[in-house]
């Protein structure tokens, strides 16, 4: 127990940026996909879309996006290293590391989409500072909401598709709130109420993450 | 005998709803017609699947707590029999939808919410069906359970107070509201769903019992 409580959540998170920085396939695995997705929004729409439209593909891109950012957060963690950890942290101390990873990731994510859409597919929204915020609000939720289906996927050792098929029915809330919130910043008007729900769901997902994990992570 | 004093109950109330609910009076309005009957019956399955599903998050919760394989089988049945009355709430609902709304399938808060609630319990199946082992699969159905419930509650309690539904007592509140249950239609309608939760949890008791003597049985 003393040596588990040594470890603070910030070291273990600066451990795995590093790490992140040393191996860096999955960051530019991720930097692709944006880039495709936001290319093959444009091949589909190549008259520009409405901003309802592009609000709504926007919105599926950072959901899958963050989908497929998060799905190997917890590989490393697989094999040897899984006892190193085991013996070293305390299973909170990875939660709450691993969710500043996610959340970073997805809210990075974001950004990036966002900008890519503006190049590819123009800039309807009307309330452009309302609406980033909003996205970043909608993307916090989703990395924070991935890193329990994430730590779930990979504890079964079949990961790959699992974690599409978990994920997605609980991002929907997320999503609609997302995506009704987008409409109304892309209108012009002022959603706040939607950004703080989004903010609500990603941080109610954080709680439930942050109090189920220790019975995932043991074995 | 005397145990089984709760199945004989629900067995006579949902007898009770089928006799009064098809022969009793109820108030005439236009487009509802004698379509309002459904009410004791569409609504019920509603009742009935949160009920069951409730259970399932219950016995999740006491399978982390105590690592008891028989809270497993519950959570796992009761999740079963949950679904089963979702389908059937689904079906009920789209008849009667056809016939009230005119179309099978409307684009609803309710709906959106029930068709993420069936999503999220058929990924769990799909988790528990990729694990080998019978205790991690115990944990880690748990634990998405138990996530994926309170993320459905809060969901399908909050979201709809953001949107207009075409169910009655929407568009700001998503339950019932007082005054749009004729005092004739509650000496019905309360019976039948208390009714319909009992006959739920029989079948789940069933369910159970004979889940848990397959396990024993061996071969």
Known sequence: MTKSSRVAPIHLFRFLIKLEGRQRSFVFQSLVYALSTAYIASLVFPNGANAQTWNGLLWMTLAFNAITASTHSFDREAGPRYFYLLGLVKPETLFLS????????????????????????????????GYTLHSLCGAMGFGALLTTTSA???????????????????????????????????LGLSAVEYSLGSLGLGLLATALGYLLFPYLWRD | MKGALWKWLGAMLVFYALIAGMLLPVPRLPILNETIRNLYFHVGMWFSMLSLWGGSAWFALLQLRTGDSKSDLKSNAAAEVGFVFGILGLLTGMLWAQFTWGKFWVNDPKLNGTAMSLLMYLAYFVLRSSVDDPNR??????????????????????????????????????????????????????????????????????????????LKTPG
């Not at chain 2, 634990?143 to 009655?168: E, G």
């Not at chain 2, 007082?178 to 739920?200: C, E, H, K, N």
């Open chain 1, 98 to 129: 691993k969710w500043a990873v996610a959340v970073l990731a997805s809210v990075s994510l974001a950004l990036l989409n966002l900008f890519l859409f503006s190049v590819f597919l123009g800039w309807p929204a009307q309330n452009a500072l």
């Open chain 1, 152 to 186: 779930l996927a990979s504890r079964t050792g079949r990961n790959l598709g699992l974690m599409a098929v978990l994920s997605l029915p609980l991002l929907v809330p997320s999503l609609i709130v997302g995506v009704r919130g987008g409409e109304r910043f892309a």
């Open chain 2, 137 to 214: 699969r115990a944990r880690l159905s748990a634990v998405y359970n138990l996530f994926a419930f309170v993320l459905m509650i809060v969901f399908i309690q909050v979201l709809p107070r953001f949107t207009d539904s075409l169910h009655p007592g929407n568009g700001g509140n998503p339950a019932f509201s007082q005054y749009d249950l004729d005092s004739g239609m509650r000496t019905v309608f309360y019976p039948a769903m208390i009714g319909w939760i009992l006959l739920g949890y029989w079948i789940l008791d069933l369910r159970a019992r004979i889940r848990f003597l397959e």
